[in-house]
């Protein structure tokens, strides 16, 4: 048997090993893409998954080569190398044309390619795409390796005239290729929109009194505006698969014109039960937005560059909610109350043009796909295809596992189950406050609308802060993963990694609620709750730093399930919150009220740690989360 009859029959016989090693990243890949220490090499995010792939690429043709030279004297047939086949249909080329190999750099990077293009990352904990299960990703080769044979086409051909990037990330196509000015202005964009729909939230609490005096209607029922609206926000990472099919500009477009669209019935509403309707449809719409929005930071900016953007994006979403209630409070102390849906209906109307302007399609598959349809326009060759359009996945199918898989990690991972709680608890204290301090500051220092606003920058100034140590932590990861090499030898990451920012923050977390709580008396200086309150958003922001990334690098098939989960139990806690929490405060006493809360993240500040020290043990009995 030649050397060629060989290829045939290993084609033959396994005809999906090729593309089962371009769209399935190794474990090595994946730690690359997080940034991690993997293999030997010695600083996080030093070495690309695209260098790996060339570097064994290399290796594998040193390999043919010796086969070649050993092959030589055997047979006069063998000339053509493992290596040529795998570039060159053999099937389809015309014997009389001389063999031209295909680029290294095509199908290595293609492979690089779609470790990246995998998944996009949000550390603000509202949107990432999912890895899907091995066992689908087979089946889903072996479809499309049937669809291929009968059409006659071969797995080297379909490889051949699969569309990557040209050059990698210098393609001028790649939205990494754009200049870096024109990324900051899209990051700008982006951060602005997640600002908005977080800022909308808050600011309507600063609408009660005025309102409640026009719709004749009690502060509790008032309060369900801000519950709905929470709410439809729990729902937007369930529309994140979108982003796969349509790319994220449609999402951006779409989402944030429904948001700006239902702004209008609460501006013009005539009675409460318009005003709840139309809080929660402006959640639901900008939601969406908030889901898809991070990913486009991995789009635009590469593993080792993408952490201040990435900081700058994360913090927009907490920072929101912080401003609203100064912003609303100064808008409905000298205006009346439906100035703060005008005041909204401009901004999120100046955004959306921003967004139709300034920011383009930045989803690297999406891009892959117009990249091939111009390909076969200008060639007319219609072979040409993105990997994108090869998948058998449908949209029913996928937004039908985004709405199971998160319920399944809840009732399955108690490590998910626990952190989403914490998390949950800490975003519903977060609410609660919009009903507490103006209870507090009110009562306690007389303190009119737009001061009570101005109470709420402690927890934004602290939350800045947070969002400014983050470089510490990643420090503090790579001092683990280094102490780890010297006891094992393997220079790794672990998910556990992540959780030291959790651990700092539980006591931050807790004597800060405790500080405020029992510093809420006449004659103590309004300041001292204030600080309180600041140490326990430095905390806060420290908890969900840890936590989020923590979820991703633990699940990291189900990425995109466990922060969909996460959001889902944290926005039902923080829609819940605010509906008791002024009862609470009238019954228990403001030292109290706050000390209860203070106590039961007392009683959760255990769990950071116990799941550093005993998370390997707990994931290796997992049947969702990554082993070690």
């Not at 996080?44 to 092959?71: C, L, M, V, Y």
């Not at 291929?148 to 196509?173: C, H, I, N, Q, Y």
């Not at 383009?360 to 892959?368: A, D």
């Not at 399955?412 to 977060?430: H, K, Q, R, S, W």
Request: charged share 15%.
């Amino acid at each position: 048997m030649n050397e060629r009859e060989k290829v045939e029959n290993h084609h033959a016989t396994h005809p999906h090993s090729d593309a089962t090693q371009i769209n399935h990243p190794t474990t090595h890949d994946v730690d690359l893409e997080k940034g991690q220490f993997s293999g030997s090499h010695g600083t996080s995010g030093s070495t690309t998954p695209q260098a790996s792939h060339t570097a064994s690429a290399a290796t594998a043709a040193g390999h043919n080569e010796k086969d070649k030279e050993k092959d030589l004297d055997s047979s006069s047939a063998s000339s053509q190398t493992d290596d040529d086949v795998g570039f060159a249909p053999i099937s389809t080329r015309p014997q009389s044309q001389p063999h031209q190999p295909r680029p290294m750099s095509r199908q290595s990077h293609n492979s690089a390619t779609l470790s990246h293009i995998s998944r996009s990352r949000s550390n603000n904990g509202f949107g990432v795409d999912d890895l899907e299960d091995e066992a689908e990703k087979e089946d889903d080769a072996d479809e499309e390796a049937a669809a291929r044979e009968g059409a006659g086409e071969t797995v080297d051909e379909e490889k051949r005239f699969e569309v990557s990037w040209e050059g990698g990330d210098s393609d001028p196509l790649n939205p990494r290729s754009l200049a870096t000015w024109r990324k900051w202005i899209i990051i700008a964009v982006l951060s602005a929109g997640s600002f908005a729909v977080t800022h909308a939230s808050a600011i309507y609490t600063a609408t009660y009194t005025q309102m409640n005096a026009e719709f004749h209607c009690s502060r509790i029922v008032a309060t369900l505006g801000l519950s709905f609206f929470v709410l439809g926000i729990a729902l937007g990472p369930f529309w994140s698969p979108l982003a796969e099919f349509y790319g994220r500009r449609p999402i951006y477009i779409c989402s944030f014109a429904g948001f700006l669209i239902w702004l209008i019935p609460s501006a013009v509403a005539k009675n409460i039960q318009t005003m709840v309707i139309a809080r929660f449809f402006q959640g639901l719409a900008g939601s969406a937005f908030l889901s898809v929005s991070g990913g486009t930071v991995g789009d635009l900016f590469t593993r080792d560059k993408f952490q201040l953007p990435m900081a700058i994006f994360a913090l927009s979403p907490f920072i929101g909610p912080s401003t609203g209630p100064l912003v609303g409070g100064l808008i409905n102390t000298f205006t009346s109350w439906r100035w703060t849906h005008y005041f909204l209906i401009i901004f999120a109307g100046v955004l959306l043009v921003c967004v139709v302007v300034l920011v383009p399609e930045t989803y690297h598959p999406v891009l892959l796909k117009r990249k091939a349809a111009n390909l076969r326009k200008t060639t007319g060759d219609n072979r040409w295809h993105a990997p994108i359009e090869r998948t058998t996945k449908s949209v029913a199918s996928t937004v039908g596992n985004s709405l199971l898989r998160p319920f399944q990690l809840l009732l399955l991972e108690p490590m998910c189950l626990i952190l989403d709680i914490y998390t949950a608890v800490l975003l519903g204290v977060l609410y609660l406050f919009f009903g507490a301090f103006p209870l507090v500051f009110r009562t306690n220092y007389g303190f009119n609308l737009w001061q009570v606003g101005l109470t709420f920058m402690g927890l934004g100034v602290s939350m800045v802060l947070g969002c400014s140590i983050t470089p510490l932590w990643t420090r503090v990861r790579n001092g683990l993963a280094e102490k780890r090499f010297k006891k094992t030898g393997i220079m790794k990451g672990e998910p556990e990694d992540q959780l030291p920012p959790v651990i700092v923050g539980a006591p931050l977390i807790t004597g800060g609620l405790f500080m405020f709580g029992f510093s809420t008396y006449p004659w103590v200086h309004w300041i001292v709750p204030i600080i309180g309150s600041s140490i326990f958003g430095l905390g806060m922001s420290f908890a969900f730093t840890g936590i989020f990334t923590f979820l991703v690098d633990a699940y990291p098939r189900y990425a995109a399930s466990a922060l969909a989960a996460n959001a889902l139990v944290r926005c039902s806690f923080a829609a819940a919150f605010p509906l008791f929490g002024i009862q609470m405060y009238e019954k228990l006493g403001f030292q109290w009220a706050t000390a209860l809360i203070a106590f039961i993240t007392l009683g959760m500040m255990p769990f950071p740690y116990i799941f550093f020290v005993f998370g390997k043990r707990i994931r290796a009995r997992s049947r969702f989360a990554a082993r070690s």
